[in-house]
DNA sequence: GTTGAAATTAGTACGAA
DNA sequence: TTCGTACTAATTTCAAC
């Protein structure tokens, strides 16, 4: 019903980057998630056809990539608002040190959040949630979510607009861009970017005041 | 390659949590949706099993589903850390007003993007990147982001931890909600919420000042 | 890693309840 | 509408190459 997701981390091995410890990932297979990410019902023939492999080859490295955790699952993406869920928030969440497994715990308990992720910054974590109209989202900040030691503050935004939604992100993507992009080449490293622009924010710096830059 | 995805409104029909204008959903449509964010790969006929009703009705409301775009794709969630894509942030964007066309032409230009929505607060929009690693994350904010007229400024947080992550999100995982939490016993109904606890940010509110409130 | 043939399963059509 | 059945097409498995 719920599922606690991997870490960003890469077990163990430092190297960022790294394709983890289990399968070596070729360039075959991020062709196959690729496709698969994209139509996660594709027969595995049709999926061997687009490739360019056999199908027994498609078969096994199939196999491989759900055994080996590289695909974690299969799933339908729904249309929110038709299914009744109308209202998107976010819902930024300081949390009481020492107290990150009841956080998790309750967590667990609300079918609503759709997403939860730690975070640097001033807050030190984001849930996203689904509900039907606002007052549900009221209902789940002040009656749930404020009731829980653990939570010492919250922020709420609302989304008004989905803009963009991959399925999934892969590195093939990447090269793509470093394509689109033509990168830092170091010659024409531009360095007429406004700086004050950006702002990275961590997690010391988190707590801190937050000046107005615009 | 990207999609643009529904917008939060219910289509002209002003009731919030109202089905969609196209299919009337039941029971038998929820749950079968409940299965296949499960288990996208299941097939029509186990489904019709598992659900109770006959092979030829699950193909039927299969199809209006998809058709009704009720189902919008089915997709592989990708173990991002074992694809090589360990770090993941979050990228608060503040758009120049009436740019905000060139910033999702942009935005369609960028293969890390995952995920993009425009909010209510302090900032106009999010967004979530995967990236290989940290040099990544700032190459794409400094020579990417910043070089957009339309970006006005920038916050960038790294997550740490994905906590959770639900396929989505349905009205009957309200129900459950409803059952599960069945919480403010009116006797252990606690009065003692901090109310400084949460915040609501909305639109307007947005650019002015954030005091720190810890 | 590939091909081809057998076994199984999926998808379609249609009549009856 | 929904169900049950029969029919056709496709997929998966498994063998040998």
């Not at 196959?32 to 027969?43: K, V, Y």
């Not at 030190?124 to 606002?134: E, F, L, P, S, Y």
Request: charged share 30%.
């Amino acid at each position: 019903m719920m599922s606690e997701i991997s870490r960003n981390g890469h077990s163990g091995s430092g190297q960022p980057g790294r394709i983890g410890i289990g399968l070596e990932l070729d360039d075959i297979h991020l062709k196959i998630l690729e496709i698969l990410r994209e139509n996660g019902r594709i027969s595995v023939a049709a999926l061997a056809e687009r490739v360019g492999i056999s199908r027994a080859n498609a078969y096994t490295r199939f196999e491989a990539l759900r055994a080996d955790g590289a695909i974690k699952r299969f799933t339908a993406e729904i249309d929110h608002g038709r299914a009744g869920l109308g209202i998107t928030a976010l819902i930024f969440v300081t949390v009481r040190q020492q107290m990150w497994k009841q956080f998790r715990a309750e967590l667990a308990r609300m079918p609503e959040v759709e997403y939860c992720a730690i975070t640097t910054g001033q807050h030190d974590a984001m849930i996203q949630v689904r509900v039907a109209d606002v007052a549900a989202v009221h209902t789940m900040v002040t009656d749930r979510l404020a009731n829980i030691p653990a939570v010492k503050a919250t922020e709420t935004v609302f989304i008004l607009d989905e803009v963009l939604r991959r399925p999934y992100v892969l590195p093939g993507d990447g090269r793509q861009a470093a394509r689109q992009a033509r990168r830092p080449a170091p010659s024409e490293e531009r360095d007429d970017v406004p700086l004050g622009k950006m702002r990275f924010v961590g997690a010391a710096e988190g707590r801190a005041a937050l000046r107005k830059d615009d």
